[in-house]
């Protein structure tokens, strides 16, 4: 999977605009320049997943969500992985994964 730094980085400014932050003011709390934060915004420079995660942490964001647009303790949490894998499978395996995934949410209690 390699990283799509426009969409990264445009996840990053809707969080940021959401949370109420200037570029400036994200800048001064990273200890960096608003011309770097402004070229990751704009996906133009890499970041690494050190900086992401210390961005994450002042956004109050998790990293799952910047990197693919989802997060764990999102209710579509591998929504559109699961629509991909069902995609492939021939039609006699989609309704033995039907069964399985009715009896996982039906027993909730039963799976730890």
Do not use: H, W
């Not at 894998?85 to 039906?106: E, F, H, M, R």
């Amino acid at each position: 999977m390699s990283l799509d730094y426009k969409i990264i980085g445009n996840r990053l400014q809707e969080t940021r605009i959401s949370k109420g932050l200037t570029q400036e003011k994200l800048a001064e709390q990273l200890d960096v320049s608003t011309a770097f934060l402004n070229r990751v915004e704009r996906g133009s420079t890499k970041i690494s997943l050190n900086r992401l995660s210390e961005i994450c942490s002042i956004l109050d964001i998790q990293e799952g969500y910047i990197l693919n647009g989802s997060s764990n303790s999102s209710k579509n949490y591998l929504a559109d992985d699961f629509n991909s894998l069902l995609k492939q499978c021939p039609s006699d395996k989609l309704k033995l994964i039907y069964n399985i995934a009715q009896v996982i949410v039906n027993n909730e209690g039963l799976i730890k």
